[in-house]
């Protein structure tokens, strides 16, 4: 069911001028603006301590570059809701939410940057590499995004919505989750804080935003916890002290000579830029879909090719992040946020990286006190995969997540391992396996899990609706996507996981054999269904 179909137009309010800043935004916009600042704090800190990246071009090339991207993409998506609430006479609209990607944040920078920039002992190399990086990823959005419409038509909602509930579980909500208990007295404290207001409905004197209150409760149990030599946080003067250095007013430059030298690595990156391309094709789908659900319809190609031009042009300008439509657009609609909220977090970007500002939030907020709002986030689009999806597809929507679940668990296992100076392959597949790791099925269920996801949702989704047809049609697709290595494997290529890509060529073959000489028993009714419903186990 499309938004129009939800929510009829009014002919009377068709031509109305839509509000651009509602009481709700101020609420979105702490809630959305908290989380760019998480990614953007995050992502100065991959620069600094993981690349070892100079800060005259952190501060002074990419973080700027940074801005402009988010500042274009934020107030483009609010243009588009705006359109959208004149189009329809509605005054719920809510704008999507965008910003760097971070999936492809890490991807780029563990996978490009960092093996670049330490195989040649020059950083700025690796930034080159990652210009390239989005430059490519960049022109497939803007292709794809003429197919993707005809893609996200034939796939069901489940699957759309699955993959997505696996991407915002496994890597949304569990660092967050982790962080919270790390330092509880912090985070458990901001999560109930915001738990209460964004699913409770309490509200805080004079309407301050929950997200605004957990942030300043947070900083001030961190600073005030220094008093006893608790140090709840990590909060220290000399850190504030530090980040004045970096203050200063710098504006984008264009960063063409850089762009152009990195293609001499371009063998290495096309081997990612292609199926993350792809990744990002269903991500942007997955989220429109989202947005769908909560009552908001975007049109696909527009979208996709918006995030292509917007990243084209922070690439071009020295930023090596992809832009891409945010997971989370119902939790900010449903805390109100309409059109503003989204113009208004692109003016706060260009502040805060233009001015050198990260650098001095990054010394002032603990990270602990933001966390549980990406939680909140994973919870909420968790819970929407199964409750705007109708009862009987549930066990496709779990399928659908599960190769997330194997991609984050291989991740921690290789990140745990290679801090120990080791790999899974060093240790031994068959050791791991002795103490329960299953190493090998983790590393090939989770390669290209969006797409997995995607693929064995729909197939579940078919089968329950006994249209085999169509199941074994996602089938095939598998085994052509899992032979050139988009699923199922870690690089692009030609028999990347061939017994994997058979397996799926045999279940199209089932399947498209049961639509043909089974007989089916008769479809239950209602009543019946629900009499076959498993007991909950107590």
Known sequence: MSATEMTPISPARTGMRPTLWTRGDWNALFGFGTNILVNMLVLTGLLQFVLKMPPDIVF??????????????????????????????????CALPSGISVPHMFVVTFVIMLPIGTATGDPVQGWEAGLVWVFFQSFILMIGGFVA?????????????????????????MRPAFEIFATPVIGLT???????????????????????????????????SNLFGLNYGGMSLDNVGAAFANFGFSVPLPAF??????????????????????????????????????GDHYPTTRVLTADGVVSLIGCLMGNPFINAVYIGHPGWKSMGGRIGYSAATGLMVIILSWFGIIALLLALIPVVAI???????????????????????????????????????KLLIDNALGVAGTTAAAVGLENLGQVGVLYHGLEVMGGGAILVGLVLGAIGVFVVERQFVNAAAFALAGAVLTFFGFMHGEAVGFGVTPAVAFAYLMVAGFLFAC????ALEPAPTAERADEAQPAPAE
């Open 515 to 518: 639509a043909k000489y089974t």
């Open 149 to 173: 419409p005809y893609i996200r038509r034939i796939t069901p909602r489940a699957a759309l919505l699955g993959t997505l509930a696996g991407v915002s579980i496994a890597f949304i909500a």
């Open 60 to 93: 002074g090339r990419i973080l700027p570059a940074v801005g402009l991207m988010m500042f274009l993409s934020t107030v483009y998506y609010a243009w588009l809701g705006y359109q959208l609430a004149k189009k329809t006479g509605r005054d719920d609209v």
């Open 371 to 409: 966390s549980p709002i990406l939680l909140y986030i994973g919870m909420l689009i968790g819970a929407q995969a199964f409750q705007t999806t109708p009862t009987k597809h549930a066990p496709a929507v779990v399928l659908a997540l599960t190769p997330h679940l194997a991609a984050w668990a």
């Open 190 to 224: 901001c999560f109930a804080i915001i738990m209460v207001s964004w699913f409770g409905g309490v509200k805080y004197p004079r309407g301050i935003p929950a997200g605004l209150v957990a942030i300043a409760v947070g900083m001030a149990i961190a600073w005030g």
């Open 257 to 294: 000579d850089h762009v152009f030298h990195g293609f001499d690595y371009l063998g290495i990156i096309l081997v990612t830029a292609i199926p993350f391309g792809i990744y990002d094709l269903v991500e942007a789908m997955d989220n429109v879909e989202s947005a769908e659900a909560a």
